[in-house]
């Protein structure tokens, strides 16, 4: 399984593997929590891509990069679990390139939520200069900006790997996971500072942003003036902050995971298997919730896409005209 770094090698992992029930009952249902989140992140994008109301608006186009990107990170999180159960050991060179697709739209996540938090900000805190400083233009700007920072932290790595190990390295076989890969104690050292510095300033900027958030809504709701909005705002942070800590869980999936085996060595792969669920899968379904389900003129539309109550509609519709035509 798509496991972690927990110092274990592959022929100490390979001891623990799940019996062929057990892996069967797991595959089946990552694969559906996948399927029914990628389902409703499709459903989200469609429901984008069909009103321009949404397209034209900074705070949506935001989000829908994060709902893309997590379909991407989704996507192929699972397509390596799955892999590593069905061949258990696949080609370095295919290895690298997941995992360095994973590492990209895993890092986007927090700096995506981070953006989003600060545009609730200016929207509630600087509402004259919003329209000023969140044009569609800057938003897509920021959105390059967040992969140029992603592609700062993950293509070192691949030039180190690429610089340190020999040729036939990329042509053996290895069970897929970032430690067996992208081993060179440099890739160590470098995540441990990147993943500090993120940590750091995400965290700063969320904190930050919800407590300017929190007393513009006591000053709305002292001054009695319509605070929904700023309410509404401050608890969009705090499941932005929710969301976060279980996406920054990834930078101590390693320390985690050691210590559960530690706790309980018999249950490696049941250990693996939830920590999988609560870091990778838990934080890509909170993120329809935030915005999708929350938001109100989301949700008005969301729901004809959701239930496909349009397409029957559409079907209706075509079979009205059919009998129009044959009636003639």
Sequence with gaps: MNSSSNGLSVSSVQSYRDSFSTSVVKNVIILALGLIINYINGTLIH??????????????????????????????????????????????????????????????????????????????????????????????????????????????????????????????????ERDNVFRHPIHMKKRDISYIIYLICVWLTLFYTYFKIFFAAKEAKAAKSSGGDAKKARNTILLHGFQLLLCMLTYIAPMLKSALVNWFPTHYVNVVFVCYIIIQILPRFLSPIVYGLRDKTFRQHLKKYLLCTELRQMDFQLLECLILIYAR
């Design 47 to 176: 429901t984008f891509r069909k009103h321009q109301i949404f397209y034209m608006n900074p705070r949506y186009i935001l989000f829908i990069h994060l709902v893309v990107n997590d379909m991407i990170q989704l996507t192929t999180t699972i397509s390596l679990f799955v892999l590593s159960y069905i061949f258990y050991q696949i080609n370095v060179s295919l290895c690298c390139l997941i995992i360095t697709l994973a590492v990209f739209t895993t890092l986007n996540t927090p700096l995506n939520l981070a953006v989003m938090a600060v545009e609730c900000y200016i929207a509630i805190c600087l509402p004259l200069r919003h329209t000023q400083l969140y044009t569609i233009k800057r938003t897509y700007i920021v959105i390059g900006w967040i992969w140029a920072m992603s592609a700062a932290s993950t293509l070192p790595d691949v030039c180190i790997i690429l610089a340190t190990e020999p040729i036939q390295f990329f042509y053996s076989t290895i069970f897929c």
